[in-house]
């Protein structure tokens, strides 16, 4: 084209006219490259189907609901005929690949040494979020450090499980409720009822947060947490950085997160103390003591250390991955069973056949827990329609290979699409509608078993959720709980 340009068309034209043409060529060359080279996947993964750039940036500034955008044009992509579950759209590091394939999905999960995690936080160092989520911890590690954290968190974790304390918040909560009146913004309260687990069973803390609608500490958090989400400081981490001067609003928040970490060494030096000296959780047993305690008692039982900054480090991915997610599927689960009466009314008639129907409050106790067959799959079925993470951290692939049938070259990053597996019609049979009835026992998800992974809201592999049990012993207490406190209205969603 330029060819011609050059030999047929600039000859003819006169001089004004030659420099708009030579402009015109040059704007149009630039905007070609721009479009090939940003506004496209790079050419070694343009053979996979792709959500385009423009579409993206209209669902950002529109501000379009992940739900939404998935309905108009992700699940559209996955669900057609020549689709085989897998596409590429823009993420956090660029153009990602994700995978809907269950098949595929089982390969990403179980191969962890090809597909290790992505660093997430590049070019991100200094932010808001790096300083609250980098550093040595679980969530983010990789190889050998990542393995030996793990081998001291899979025990700790296992032994957690503090059901009693759970009952006991959950008493709390319906005393705050009964003061509240008719209609309660669930939401805001299942976050503030997960935020104190958190603080009491990840590190002994009190948050207070269910009880004083002013506490101090939750204030601080709720500030790091909204500068975290702040999308300016998302798309120009720089304002974060070397531009931080620029606001000294921004350094405010800053400072909030230097106190919040400080508390947290404060309270790791407190609890190593009081370990050392035989000051152990008001000798609770095993499974009420915290997370913490269980962690820094794992060096005594011969199950390897933590560092002080490990330690820190890992309660701060309690807050990042054990706090919205929990608070989230909660609210959710709660909602369906407002617009579905008759599944609330069976949950209901299985929490009082199991904790008895007498007026007063009854902590349910693990064994309870367990005969709890169909809240287990309410439970289930949410975390399946509306899981609270969307999609895996990102992995980078460390070797060409092969997913779902398509080319996958090294060094692509492929993140396991959640949300989407669990809506696609092709995996999921009416995959929008609610339904508990997919995991009774032969139902729907049994019957999937063999078909690669299909139901994967906490992932799987070696880095499946270290925090799954812990989550769900908390939604089976509060909803059994909730059904029968709530005995014998049903609620609703206002
Ligand atoms: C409904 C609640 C939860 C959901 C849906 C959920 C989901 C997930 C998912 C999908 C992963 C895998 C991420 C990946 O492979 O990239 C993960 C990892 C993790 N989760 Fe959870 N989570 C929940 C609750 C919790 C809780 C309560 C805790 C802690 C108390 C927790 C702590 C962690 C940690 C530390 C990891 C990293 C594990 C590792 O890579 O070794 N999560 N979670």
Not at 91 to 98: D, F, P, Q, T, Y
Not at 238 to 261: G, N, T, Y
């Amino acid at each position: 084209m330029i060819e011609v340009y050059q030999h047929q068309v600039i000859p003819r034209l006169t001089k004004k006219n030659k420099a708009v043409a030579i402009s015109t060529a040059v704007a149009l060359s630039l905007i070609y490259v721009i479009r090939d080279r940003y506004f496209k996947p790079p050419k070694n993964i343009r053979h996979l189907p792709y959500q385009g750039y423009l579409d993206v940036f209209r669902s950002s500034i529109t501000n379009e609901p992940y739900p939404d955008r998935a309905k108009r044009v992700l699940l559209p992509i996955i669900d057609s005929q020549s689709n085989n579950g897998i596409y590429v759209r823009l993420g956090r590091l660029g153009w990602e690949i994700h995978i809907t394939n269950p098949e595929a999905v089982k390969k990403v999960f179980l191969k962890q040494d090809l597909f290790p995690k992505a660093d997430a936080l590049k070019g991100k160092e200094n932010t808001l979020a790096a300083k609250f989520t980098n550093g040595p911890n679980l969530l983010f590690l990789n190889g050998s450090h990542w393995k030996t954290q793990r081998t001291i968190a899979n025990p700790a974790f296992h032994r957690a499980q503090p059901i009693q304390l759970f009952g006991r918040m959950t008493q709390e909560l319906f005393i705050k409720m009964e003061s509240l009146g008719k209609t309660i913004d669930i939401p805001n309260l299942m976050q503030r009822w997960t935020l104190d687990i958190i603080g009491k069973a990840g590190f002994g803390f009190d948050f207070n947060a269910v009880k004083d609608d002013n506490s101090a500490w939750v204030k601080t958090y709720d500030i790091i947490s909204d500068g975290m989400q702040d999308p300016l400081y998302f798309f120009f981490p720089i304002l974060d950085q070397a531009l931080l001067w620029l606001s000294p609003k921004r350094q405010a928040v800053h400072e909030e997160m230097r106190r919040f970490a400080n508390m947290l060494s404060e309270v790791i030096k407190k609890k190593r103390q009081d370990i050392e000296s035989g000051v152990q959780n008001d000798n609770l047993p095993e499974n009420e003591k915290d997370v913490l305690t269980l962690l820094i008692e794992s060096e005594q039982r011969g199950e390897g250390a933590l560092t002080d900054e490990e330690l820190r480090s890992n309660l701060h991915v309690l807050f990042v991955a054990g706090h919205d997610t929990t608070s989230n599927a909660l609210s959710f689960a709660l909602y369906y069973l407002a617009k579905h009466p008759e599944f609330q009314q069976r949950a209901r008639e299985e929490a009082l056949s199991i904790l008895g129907d007498t007026p007063n409050d009854i902590l349910p106790s693990s064994e309870q827990l367990k005969q709890m067959n169909y809240i287990n799959q309410v439970i289930k079925e949410t975390l399946r329609i509306n899981g609270p993470a969307a999609q895996i951290l990102p992995r980078r692939t460390q070797e060409d290979t092969v997913l779902a049938g398509a080319f996958i070259p090294k060094g692509s990053i492929v993140t396991v699409d959640l949300y989407n597996i669990h809506r696609s019609q092709k995996v999921w049979k009416d995959a929008n509608q609610f339904n508990p009835e997919r995991f009774a026992p032969k139902g729907e998800s049994s019957q999937l078993a063999g078909e690669g992974m299909t139901w994967v809201p906490f992932g799987n592999g070696a880095r499946q959720c270290v925090g799954m049990n812990f989550s769900l012993n908390e939604q089976r207490v509060l909803l059994s709980m909730m059904c029968k406190f709530s005995t014998p209205y049903a609620w609703r969603s206002a």
